[in-house]
């Protein structure tokens, strides 16, 4: 198994196939596959400021997360024996589900 650790801002999510929120209604503007859902696998220590101080992430791993499809272009895959995984910047996270 390959080890790896997010850097910055990123965000590693394994794609989950059923919605976490059982009472969430989606609208015409929700479906369409224009959001999914993920568990947060891993996660980098943070964006730096201009000072070089690293903000810290508002996500953490095992955070139910939902997320847009159009922020596709900037994903990447990894598929190995941990399934398929995303990469993603933290502000392309849309939601933690609580």
């Known amino acids: 198994m390959m080890e790896y650790q997010a850097k910055s ?3 590693i999510v394994r794609k ?3 919605t976490p929120l059982s009472d969430v209604i ?9 959001t999914w ?4 696998v ?3 220590p943070g964006k730096k400021n201009k000072k070089g101080k690293i903000i810290p992430m508002d996500v953490q791993e095992g955070d ?3 997320l847009g499809s159009y922020t596709g ?3 990447f895959m990894l598929d190995g024996e941990l399934g398929d995984l995303v990469a993603v910047r933290e502000p392309d996270i849309m939601a933690i589900c609580e």
């Open 26 to 34: 989606h609208t015409e503007y929700g479906q369409d596959d224009k």
């Open 42 to 44: 891993k996660v980098g």
């Open 73 to 75: 272009e900037r994903h």
């Open 9 to 11: 801002d990123i965000v």
């Open 64 to 66: 139910k997360v939902m």
């Open 37 to 40: 859902y993920g568990t947060v």
């Open 16 to 18: 989950i196939d059923e």
